[in-house]
């Protein structure tokens, strides 16, 4: 990639990064400053060999075409699977980054996010640092807003515009449909239990973003949802009941289906319809904002709207 130094280069660079960055000062022409969740990191030039924790980021940073060359170990979606073999560096994992492997790459720039961002502050120390963490009360004007500063970043502006229109367009057409659709209940499985989560919690974009509506009376708030029971799934008695598989989606077998195969579950609107969704788990789970992944997203929920 071009040095940053380069007139021209440096030309092109600033307009496009106009809106979302600001120029650090006038010493240098040519040092960037990008706004970012944790605060502010100046770059000197434009960023080539990136490691990223957040698999967000790694969603987008593909769908854009920038290769990424450090990636922590994890259960990652086919789609990334090129990033799960041993071509590409292991840089620790989402809660505790290989500090040593980080360094001994010589970054240009490290990005964290929600899991990953207590590290920010050690990380930082190394090398450039992002901090790409998402409101999940914001959750979709925020993580189009990452696409769009990751595709400034790096030069890829008219890609990130195309993938945020094609996914705004679906999103449209998802509201439309979902606002009547009838109540709705997310619920997440993972080891033997269940949690519902409502508008507010870390999952609830289902309500906010796309536009269904809660069976909740009382909601669930925050990033752990509320404990749930199928007596509790049959007494909010959903039109439609989505749900995540945790242990699918971290590579685990899955056990979401057997457990909601049973007399209470049976009896609720939503089974009876058959309008109980299994939710792509790595997608909600594991990935989040990322472009393709919040593509996905929409398109599933479309297509289980149709069907009814």
Same mark, same amino acid.
């Given at each position: ?21 600001? /120029?650090? *000062?006038?010493? %240098?022409? !040519? ?9 502010? #990191?100046?770059?000197? +030039? &434009? ?8 698999i967000a ?31 590409v ?39 450039p ?10 959750f ?11 595709g400034? /970043?790096? *030069?890829?502006? %008219?890609? !990130?515009?195309?993938?945020?229109a094609?996914?705004?367009?679906? #999103?449209?057409?998802? +509201? &439309? ?8 209940m ?123």
């Amino acid at each position: 990639m071009p040095v940053f130094s380069r007139r021209v280069a440096v030309t092109t660079f600033l307009a496009g990064v106009a809106s979302l960055m600001v /120029l650090a *000062g006038p010493a %240098d022409a !040519a040092d960037i400053t990008f706004r970012h969740a944790s605060g502010e #990191t100046t770059f000197s +030039k &434009q960023p080539v060999k990136v490691l990223t924790f957040d698999i967000a980021t790694l969603d987008t940073l593909t769908a854009l075409g920038v290769d990424v060359a450090g990636v922590p170990k994890g259960h990652k979606p086919d789609y990334l699977s090129k990033y799960d073999g041993g071509n590409v560096l292991t840089i620790g994992t989402v809660f505790e980054p290989d500090y040593e492997a980080v360094a001994a790459a010589h970054p240009d720039l490290i990005v964290v996010a929600g899991r990953s961002r207590a590290k920010y502050a050690d990380l930082a120390k190394i090398a450039p640092t992002i901090d790409m963490t998402v409101n999940s009360e914001k959750f979709l004007s925020e993580a189009e807003e990452n696409v769009r500063k990751l595709g400034t /970043l790096f *030069g890829k502006q %008219d890609q !990130a515009e195309a993938l945020i229109a094609k996914l705004n367009a679906s #999103t449209a057409e998802l +509201k &439309q449909k979902s606002a009547h659709a009838g109540k709705s209940m997310l619920i997440l499985t993972t080891g033997g239990k269940m949690s519902s989560f409502g508008p507010g919690s870390r999952f609830g974009m289902l309500f906010s973003d796309y536009g269904f509506q809660p069976a909740e009376s009382t909601g669930a708030k925050g990033m752990h949802g509320n404990p749930a029971s199928y007596e509790y799934i049959l007494k909010e008695n959903p039109d439609w009941l989505f749900v995540i598989d945790r242990d699918a989606a971290i590579g685990r077998e899955g056990a979401a289906k057997k457990m909601l195969d049973n007399e209470l579950v049976a009896q609720t609107t939503a089974a009876k319809a058959g309008h109980i969704v299994y939710l792509d788990p790595t997608s909600w789970y594991v990935v989040g904002g990322g472009i393709t992944a919040m593509q996905k997203t929409v398109d599933q929920l479309t297509a289980a709207v149709d069907k009814k």
